[in-house]
């Protein structure tokens, strides 16, 4: 038994650091990563200038990883003296101008956006040359670095609770030092292990095949049919689908994606019509799922929920016309980065675009109400539809982050008269 956990641990110990012999500078942006998470738990500090380091740093570990995989085949006298200066210039781009953002919440939606746009624009950038059936190998390297990257958290945790207990007490920054380390030293440099090298060629691992083949699949075909099965009991009742059809089908067509991107580019794949099939079921259960989201549109506002389903499924949709056409994938990598940057750090962000909405609705229902003198809200006493419609508005820009952000949006949710009707 403990010769098979001394070899287990040498072979993890040795995949990482081939990892971080081949990603030099991704290994490096991913110790500093862990550096500044642990400085942060230490300190205790969690205001925008640490936050918006964390996701500099995280956003130009991932730059650095997709540089290092684009030069890999490049000499290692170009390579040493080129690999950090794209990720140093991003981390300090992002760095100053994420802190021209006084609000956390758009620090966070502002860094989560770069960081998925920063992964988008690799997996586009490396399906070059051929190395378009990259995505299912990393798919799966990521799977096996989050377990790896559990099961190290574990046995620290494990080794910190024994300290505590039967030695001195630790305070909690050990056990989040602890998380830090397993994911961004040993967790990452397992996943940075799985790239194959550049001349290396490109299949679909076995296992992956074979999972998505006799248990994705048919628990797949188990949830359209429920999902048919619910479109036909409305039909049948005559009612409207409700709102939480939108998240079911949301995840339905995201399902298809997930499929496509793993294995649509399969030569057991590419020449058959399975996803032209798949695509065809999809399109009743879209077009409700689209009903539903009009409907809950028309009845509530737009919410940053409602907005980020639909431009998953604005996503999702393009996939399933990509895969029903049998196109390749590698352009829908754009489409992803620049959805992300539309709805992350762009004026029709996920939280400005929503309060705007709900402002909008506020201003006609108060105007309905005849609540509205010379631009200023005053009392009245609205009725039935016009009262719910005034009420979960205010609620909705009463608790969005964008009131620490717009001055009109912050009179609204201070307005002595709406919080009377509230």
């Not at 309905?368 to 009392?379: K, P, S, T």
Request: aromatic share 12%.
């Amino acid at each position: 038994m403990m010769n098979t956990l001394w070899q287990w641990s040498i072979h993890w110990v040795y995949r990482a650091r081939r990892g971080m012999v081949r990603f030099r500078a991704a290994s490096f942006w991913g110790f500093l990563l862990f550096l500044c998470w642990s400085g942060m738990s230490i300190s205790g500090r969690d205001d925008i200038r640490m936050l918006s380091l964390l996701l500099a740093l995280g956003a130009s570990t991932l730059l650095a990883a997709g540089w290092d995989i684009i030069r890999e085949g490049q000499k290692k006298g170009e390579r040493s003296l080129l690999r950090y200066i794209p990720s140093v210039a991003a981390c300090i781009l992002i760095w100053g101008g994420l802190q021209f953002m006084a609000v956390n919440d758009y620090i966070v939606m502002a860094g989560v956006g770069l960081v998925t746009a920063f992964m988008s624009i690799d997996l586009y950038v490396v399906s070059q040359n051929n190395r378009s059936g990259l995505f299912p190998i990393l798919f799966l390297g990521a799977l096996q670095a989050a377990g790896v990257s559990i099961l190290s958290m574990a046995a620290l945790s494990l080794c910190l609770a024994a300290v505590d207990v039967m030695l001195i007490s630790l305070p909690w920054y050990w056990w989040s030092m602890a998380a830090a380390c397993s994911i961004c030293i040993v967790g990452w440099n397992w996943f940075l292990a799985s790239v194959p090298e550049a001349d290396m060629p490109l299949r679909v691992p076995l296992s992956l095949k074979k999972l998505c083949q006799r248990v994705l699949f048919p628990v797949y075909g188990l949830y359209l049919l429920i999902l048919y099965v619910y479109i036909g009991k409305f039909l049948w009742l005559g009612t409207m689908p409700s709102g939480t059809m939108n998240w079911f089908g949301t995840l339905a067509l995201l399902g298809y994606v997930l499929f496509y991107f793993l294995l649509g580019e399969t030569e057991e794949v590419k020449g058959k019509s399975f996803f032209l099939y798949i695509g065809l079921t999809l399109l009743p259960i879209v077009t409700v799922q689209l009903l539903g989201v009009y409907i809950r549109y028309e009845t509530y506002g737009l919410t940053t929920l409602r907005y980020l389903s639909m431009v998953c499924t604005v996503f999702g949709l393009a996939s399933l016309f990509q895969g029903m056409r049998r196109k390749p994938i590698r352009n829908l990598w754009l489409l992803a980065s620049a959805l992300a940057l539309l709805v992350t750090v762009t004026p029709a962000n996920a939280i400005d675009v929503p309060v705007q909405n709900q402002k909008i609705r506020l201003y006609v229902a108060l105007e309905h109400a005849n609540m509205l003198q010379d631009g200023h809200i005053v009392e009245g006493n609205p009725e039935g539809h016009t009262r719910q419609q005034i009420q979960s508005a205010w609620q909705y820009i009463r608790q969005s982050p964008a009131v620490y952000a717009d001055r009109e949006v912050k009179a609204l949710a201070d307005s002595p008269v709406l919080a009377r009707l509230g």
